[in-house]
């Protein structure tokens, strides 16, 4: 009898055990407009979920603690316009539902409607709404945050190198950036000193570059849209990059730029060059040009120069700069000047099953070593090969070549456009049909497709 109330207590004081050790029910905490918010975090327990009601609050708010902070339809966190509006620096917090307003403007202090600290690891940024800070959001080593489904306005007004990105990622592994919507301000995306990101299904207007990697491995950019921006994606100093499904509309100067990109797939993108005001290029409108700060060439303006009213933009659909082993397959690039501008002593790159249509210049390449730009018996469309295909095969009889001796001479001596209808210049490309050994170096398709091949699908919320 007596060992049977012993065990009887001893089960008792187990469950007793037990529930303390169950975690206290997360509470929802209501905070009015004009409550002090700080305070009501400050004593928030692990999983409480702190909802803003509809009206304004007042920042800076600094979440350091595992809780939601949460806007009901309305809520507007405004910062005092100095430093960043809401500093996250618990691992696992939750922002989202708010719209944010008035963070400062250092550049060096990354002032921020949202800064995601280093310590704030699996935190997560979503459906709000930034208006007119410095920085949208900045992941700021933070490994495997997300930002996703968010509205981002950025600066407007005066010069572009003060502005800030809409999503800033740094040394943040991990890291997601998906479904955002980012409108004004430098770039959309700058990622540096990261590995392992995803940046997915994204839209990007009125930007510099929507999408800009520095010294980044490892990462997925897929089914993001650009349009009506400088230059949509640009991969510089990266590696190992799998670029798949993403839209460049309209952009101004790249679709895409590679530039010590090493090792990448680029497939099923689309690039889409529209006639556009020849003031995109000459109006300080556009605020800055930065191709020096990358050591990239200028493009060219010199047709602006001669008083069109229009050009194609993008200059160029893709712009390849010392990038090297490269896979670029079933791609769309229609309506640039420059289908692609290969330079720069880029090696082993495989162009394979693109489609290259209605460009001005489908390729410039200015080199005397021959680039075969087929393999395993299959090419690349070109919109402008008159070849036939008698063996009904679907490939062409003989090899496309997109460029000639006088393409290479008017690359090299512009001025020699006043000769194009010249006897002279008629006499050497008749030459060149006839005697194909005249043929400078370059690319050659030895296996050009007769058909385009499907174009791509493109992303949600992409123009067609």
Avoid at 308 to 322: E, L, Q
Avoid at 383 to 409: E, H, I, M, T, W
Avoid at 437 to 461: C, E, I, N, Q, T
Wanted: contains cysteine.
């Amino acid at each position: 009898m007596m060992e049977t109330r012993a065990m009887m207590r001893m089960g008792l004081a187990a469950i007793f055990a037990a529930g303390l050790a169950l975690p206290a029910r997360a509470e929802r905490i209501a905070v009015s407009a004009g409550e002090a918010v700080q305070e009501i975090i400050d004593r928030a327990d692990e999983g409480d979920v702190i909802l803003l009601k509809a009206g304004e609050h007042r920042g800076p708010i600094r979440v350091t603690r595992k809780v939601t902070v949460e806007g009901e339809p309305g809520a507007i966190v405004t910062g005092p316009g100095q430093g960043s509006v809401i500093t996250v620096s618990a691992p696992g917090a939750v922002v989202r539902g708010l719209t944010i307003r008035g963070s400062g403007a250092n550049l060096e202090k990354m002032d921020a409607g949202i800064f995601v600290e280093k310590t704030a690891a699996d935190a997560l940024v979503e459906r709000n709404r930034m208006e007119g800070n410095l920085y949208g959001i900045y992941l700021h080593g933070a490994e495997n945050s997300i930002a996703k489904n968010n509205t981002i306005i950025g600066m407007e007004e005066g010069r572009l190198n003060e502005a800030g990105n809409g999503i800033s990622v740094w040394n943040a592994p991990g890291a997601k950036v998906l479904d955002n919507d980012v409108r004004f301000g430098r770039d959309g995306i700058y990622v540096i000193t990261s590995k392992r990101n995803v940046f997915s299904g994204n839209r990007f207007r009125d930007l510099r570059f929507a999408i800009h990697y520095m010294y980044t491995n490892d990462s997925e950019i897929t089914d993001n849209i650009s349009i009506n921006n400088a230059v949509g994606f640009a991969m510089m100093f990266s590696s190992r990059l799998k670029i798949t499904g993403n839209v460049s509309d309209g952009d101004r100067d790249h679709g895409f730029l590679f530039n010590y990109a090493n090792g990448s797939q680029i497939a099923g993108n689309t690039v889409l060059g529209r006639l556009q005001p020849a003031e995109r290029w000459t109006n300080a409108g556009t605020r800055d040009r930065n191709d020096k700060e990358h050591g990239l060439p200028a493009p060219d303006t010199s047709e602006v120069a001669q008083g069109s009213d229009f050009r194609p933009g993008p200059t160029k659909c893709v712009f390849i700069y010392n990038a090297n082993q490269n896979r670029f397959r079933d791609n769309w690039f229609e309506g640039c000047e420059i289908g692609i501008h290969f330079t720069a002593g880029s090696e082993r790159n495989e162009m394979v099953g693109n489609a290259f249509i209605r460009n001005r210049n489908q390729v410039k390449y200015v080199s005397t070593r021959y680039l075969d730009w087929s393999k395993d018996g299959r090419g690349n469309y070109w919109s402008d090969n008159p070849a036939f295909d008698l063996n009904g095969d679907g490939l062409g009889d003989s090899a496309y070549r997109p460029n000639d001796l006088v393409d290479k001479v008017l690359w090299t001596a512009p001025q020699a456009k006043v000769l194009m209808n010249s006897p002279a210049v008629q006499v050497i490309r008749w030459a060149q049909a006839q005697f194909p050994a005249l043929l400078p170096g370059g690319v050659v398709d030895s296996r050009p497709l007769m058909a385009p091949p499907p174009r791509p699908k493109v992303a949600k919320g992409g123009q067609p």
